[in-house]
């Protein structure tokens, strides 16, 4: 059974910046495609950023620029830098695979 936990969202200013974490247990994650995804109230759970086992990356034009997703496979973690943020950006956030059921998320509130 898979699991992912993440953690590190907070409130912050417009401008500001955080580090998001993701701790992945119960998977091959060194093979694995990882993405971070947000969902805003009232809208769509988005993908935010992707990165292939190879450490390819991929962005969303909105955050593409600000945020950075990167992986370490000796940790099973996958982390998203975000930085300029901005209220829009204000969402939960999670990790996932594509497969396995979601976490919990970690709120990420952007004050203007």
């Known amino acids: 059974q898979v699991q992912l936990v993440e953690s590190g969202g907070g409130l912050v200013q417009a401008g500001g910046s955080l580090r998001l974490s993701c701790a992945v247990s119960g998977s091959i994650f060194s093979i694995s495609a990882m993405g971070w995804y947000r969902q805003a109230p009232g809208k769509q759970r988005e993908l935010v950023a992707l990165?292939?086992?190879?450490?390819?990356?991929n962005y969303a034009d909105s955050v593409k620029g600000r945020f950075t997703i990167s992986r370490d496979n000796a940790k099973n973690t996958v982390y998203l830098q975000m930085n300029s943020l901005k209220p829009e950006d204000t969402a939960a956030y999670y990790c996932?695979?594509?497969?396995?059921?979601w976490g919990q998320g970690t709120q990420v509130t952007v004050s203007s």
């Open positions: 996932n695979d594509g497969y396995s059921p």
């Open positions: 990165i292939t086992s190879g450490g390819i990356t």
